[in-house]
């Protein structure tokens, strides 16, 4: 379909109702393969249960504002994005804006550039829905992350707290200001 | 009526989308030759990928009031994809509320996010509602070409 295309083998591919359970299993899979060594397993099982159920996915799906991508290598889903705009957005700090929801690739691709895909396509999805900023959530522990989004011109605008099972964490608030890049 | 919900159609809606396409087949008099089944919508809209076509409907809470239709044309001269609009229809109940306007907002809004470059449909000679319906919101009759078919 269109809006496809290809980086060094990675293809981008907008996915539809029929691959919610390859999203379940990527979803499910990169977020703990990210963030299971730092937090406690009862909370890490009760977050993979619900925010990935099958249902909930199909919800977000049905959603106009939201947008989800694999990033895909010979077949195998190795990454995915998730975009929302409008309404869907997790926070309404910022007008005219996309949220980067999720953007998570498989812990044995890292370091291949399968990110850098994955964010152009935000930055091309932000281009022609002619939003001003991009913005996003990221653990502050989450050095790497942050690390990528400094190097692309984010910069941290507010702190919101999120919850996994019972604990609460800070999230930096980061955005790119796409009329104004400095 | 006020919450009307404009969203992407799922397999689980099939049932309810050819209920609609059946009611527009009777209003556009091709109900003769109307070959669909609920089953063909399951299995050409949601279980291929990519799907024979894409549809959004309007929902109030448990009831599909409107349908849109539409297929992605990948190759165009100008090198981005437009969209065919196959099939907008709101359920008789339901005219009088917007639903059709907002169906093609939304139909818009993922042109927008496909980087298509326009958004195409037919209308009858006779529905002159629809017309009305289409340029009130901006839309122009293509008066630079005709439409031909081969019937086989």
């Known amino acids: 379909m269109n809006g496809n295309y290809n980086v060094m083998n990675i293809i981008l591919k907008k996915i539809t109702e029929n691959e919610i359970q390859k999203l379940q299993q990527i979803g499910r899979k990169t977020f703990s393969e990210t963030f299971a060594k730092d937090n406690a397993q009862e909370s890490m099982v009760k977050y993979l249960e619900e925010s990935f159920s099958t249902e909930k996915l199909r919800t977000e799906f049905q959603e106009l504002n939201s947008e989800f991508y694999f990033a895909q290598q010979d077949h195998e889903v190795i990454g995915y994005l998730k975009l929302n705009m409008g309404s869907s957005q997790t926070e309404d700090k910022l007008d005219n804006a996309l949220e980067i929801e999720r953007i998570y690739v498989l812990k044995e691709f890292h370091g291949k550039k399968v990110g850098q895909v994955l964010y152009q396509k935000a930055l091309e999805i932000a281009a022609q829905c002619q939003v001003q900023y991009i913005w996003l959530g990221v653990w502050e522990k989450n050095d790497r992350a942050i690390a990528f989004y400094k190097k692309n011109g984010f910069k941290e605008f507010d702190k919101h707290i999120f919850r996994l099972g019972e604990e609460e964490q800070t999230d930096i608030m980061m955005k790119l200001d796409l009329r104004n890049p400095i | ?152």
């Open chain 2, 1 to 152: 009526m006020k919450n009307i919900i404009i969203r992407r159609a799922t397999e689980s809606d099939s049932e309810k989308i050819w209920i609609l396409m059946e009611q527009l087949a009777i209003f556009e008099n091709y109900i003769d030759s109307f070959a669909i089944t609920p089953e063909i919508v399951k299995s050409s809209g949601f279980r291929k990928t990519p799907p024979d076509f894409y549809c959004l409907v309007a929902e109030d809470q448990d009831i599909i009031a409107g349908m849109l239709v539409y297929y992605f044309l990948p190759y165009t001269a100008g090198n981005r994809p437009a969209i065919y609009m196959k099939e907008l229809y709101v359920d008789e109940n339901y005219r009088g509320h917007k639903i059709g306007e907002q169906l093609m907002n939304g139909l818009k809004y993922e042109a927008e996010k496909n980087n298509c470059k326009q958004i195409k449909w037919t209308v009858a000679p006779w529905n002159k509602a629809g017309q009305k319906f289409y340029e009130r919101l901006g839309a122009e009759e293509n008066k630079d070409w005709l439409n031909y078919e081969w019937k086989l």
